[in-house]
Structure formats: structure tokens, C-alpha cells
């Protein structure tokens, strides 16, 4: 199985929240430890690994559970693989938020995708590809983006226009 095959198996088993991943090639670096920095703040606030490991088992059982060494890995080290959807109850009780925030956590930290992302579906690769470059050359491609813009704008109009005039000549 790929990596967008599982990518895509898993967003599918977090109930459609999201509406996209991050794209293929785009390493988690980018995103943001969200997840991790909601394990600290629990472990900050006085709840030990062990507790919340204790605190999974009593939720999922020995199946469902996660174990104080995953917690302190969550928490201290760059991991690559999220928890899995059948993870999600426990953690929920774990770090005291809903199931759905959680899945929130999870997609912002290890996918790139935020519930209040916005970008329509045929930029999302353009930005993907942005984030690749360099910050010196943004401004080059924010010119270059302009340019074309700029130049679709214009024949737009010009179809329009040509339309207008068409229609005025049959109107005639």
C-alpha cells in the first residue's frame, strides 16, 4: 500500500473532517507540533506518562491504549506516524478535549490541514509548491502569478467583449 493510499485511508477513517492532505513530497517539518505541544501542556499541568497511559487502558482497554513511552516520544521527539483513529477516545480523555478536536490536532500536525483551511482544490498543488521555495524567490513568484493573472484577466475581457460585439451585430 503507498503513502497516499494510507494518507487516504486514514483521513477516510477520521469521518471526512478534513478536506485535504498535504501533498506528497511535503515533509511533516513544515506543519506544526500541535498535537505534540498539547502533550506537554497535559504533562506540564501535573498528569505523568504513566497516568496517561493508565487513563487510554481505562478508556480503550489494552487494544486501544497507548503506552507511557509513546506519550513521552509524542511529547519530547519528532514522530513521523500519527495515532491511529482507534487511538482517538483515549487520547480525548487524555488530553480532556472531543474527539473531533483531536482529529483537528492530528491533521494540522502530521497532514498540513486545518478545519478552517479554505483554498480551493486546483491551488492546493501551487501551494504546496510554494512552500518548497525559497523565501528570497516568493517575490519572484508572486510576480510571475500576478503576470498570468493579469494575463487572464485580460483575455477574459477580451472574449467578452467579442461576445458583446456578436451579440450586438445579431441584434442589428
Avoid at 135 to 148: G, I, S, T
Wanted: proline content about 3%; overall charge negative; hydrophobic content about 40%.
Amino acid at each position: 500500500m503507498d503513502s497516499q493510499t494510507i494518507r487516504s485511508s486514514f483521513f477516510n477513517q477520521l469521518d471526512g473532517t478534513f478536506i485535504w492532505l498535504k501533498d506528497v513530497g511535503v515533509t511533516g517539518d513544515v506543519f506544526r507540533d500541535v498535537f505534540s505541544q498539547a502533550v506537554r501542556a497535559r504533562n506540564a499541568a501535573g498528569m505523568t506518562y504513566s497516568q496517561m497511559e493508565a487513563k487510554t487502558w481505562e478508556v480503550g482497554g489494552k487494544e486501544e491504549s497507548r503506552s507511557s513511552g509513546w506519550w513521552n516520544n509524542m511529547a519530547n521527539y519528532h514522530m513521523d506516524t500519527p495515532p491511529a483513529p482507534k487511538y482517538i477516545p483515549g487520547i480525548a480523555e487524555v488530553l480532556k478535549m472531543s474527539e473531533r478536536e483531536v482529529k483537528e490536532l492530528i491533521a494540522e500536525q502530521w497532514y498540513g490541514v486545518r478545519p478552517d483551511d479554505r483554498l480551493p482544490r486546483r491551488l492546493r498543488t501551487l501551494v504546496a509548491t510554494a512552500r518548497r521555495v525559497a523565501r528570497v524567490d516568493l517575490v519572484l513568484l508572486n510576480d510571475v502569478a500576478r503576470a498570468l493573472g493579469d494575463k487572464h484577466s485580460a483575455e477574459t475581457e477580451v472574449e467578452e467583449l467579442k461576445e458583446a460585439s456578436v451579440a450586438a451585430e445579431e441584434d442589428n
